[in-house]
């Protein structure tokens, strides 16, 4: 199993940035595709998660109305779209992947880093 994200950068407050996390080896029908970030000196936060097999999403409230998980099935690839992104969303982005039954994710990407600041 292979996640690799992309997409992140520095960016003004206000900005938008659109993640890709692209994966393989994985059986997507019965997959749960989830974001997290850390922030430096912080735990890893849960920022939203899309099953794959029927598109539902959540996304934690702090990034409710900004953020938005989406996927592309021919693609392989998980999104995350980030709008008015603010400076305490500077984090290291990760995507990961567990099974539809786990409540623990298996699988993580190195993940990407994304920097808001003017």
């Known amino acids: 199993v292979q996640l690799v994200e992309s997409g992140g950068g520095l960016v003004q407050p206000g900005g938008s940035l659109r993640l890709s996390c692209a994966a393989s080896?994985?059986?997507?029908?019965?997959?749960?595709m989830g974001w997290f970030r850390q922030a430096p000196g912080k735990e890893r936060e849960f920022v939203g998660f899309i099953n794959w097999s029927t598109g539902n999403t959540y996304h934690t409230n702090s990034v409710k109305g900004r953020f938005t998980v989406s996927r592309d099935n021919a693609k392989n690839t998980v999104y995350l779209q980030m709008n008015n992104l603010k400076p305490e969303d500077t984090a290291v982005y990760y995507c990961a992947a567990r099974t539809y039954s786990s409540d623990q994710y298996q699988y993580w990407g190195r993940g990407t880093q994304v920097t808001v600041s003017s």
């Open positions: 080896g994985l059986n997507f029908s019965n997959n749960v």
